[in-house]
């Protein structure tokens, strides 16, 4: 059913939401991970325009993608990594479509309306712009 699924990671808490739950969906289904974060600072969004070399936030991130495959992969699942810069929510989207995938996975902080305008929403410009499913999981608190 979902030959490759993309995963939304933010390095950060909430990713320890949705990496069980698609493994588990990986494994069942034979599917493919692309782990996928967008590094969204000045040094990533300037990055080819200025000619800037990878700021420690974006290597940082480039080691964070690569030990959560390497997680993955010692559970006997196919992961890729990309790290993307720039605009989050198009980023993702033109990596699914590039990348043929099934399915977007992403986590959901449960911001609401001042919450969104203040940190924006991934989420719903993903979802008005992709005929690809998504799956949202609630990120757990600590």
């Known amino acids: 059913m979902y030959k490759k699924i993309l995963i939304t990671l ?3 808490p909430a990713d320890e939401t ?3 739950h698609i493994a588990k969906l990986a494994a069942h289904f034979g599917s493919e991970i692309l782990l996928v974060h967008v590094a969204d600072g000045f040094a990533a969004r300037c990055f080819d325009q200025l000619k800037l070399a990878e700021s420690e936030e974006m290597k940082e991130d480039r080691a964070y993608l690569e030990r959560t495959a390497s997680g993955l992969r010692a559970q006997k699942l ?3 990594t990309e ?3 720039g605009n989050p929510p198009a980023e993702i989207l033109r990596i699914a479509a590039a990348e043929h995938c099934d ?3 992403m986590t959901s902080h449960g911001h609401r309306f001042f919450g969104d ?3 924006g929403s991934t989420i719903t410009q ?3 712009h992709t005929n690809i499913p998504l799956l949202v999981l609630r990120a757990k608190k600590k």
């Open 10 to 12: 933010e390095n950060g």
């Open 18 to 20: 949705i990496l069980p």
């Open 78 to 80: 196919s992961v890729e």
């Open 83 to 85: 790290l993307a810069m």
């Open 103 to 105: 399915l977007i996975a």
């Open 117 to 119: 305008l203040f940190h």
């Open 126 to 128: 993903v979802r008005h």
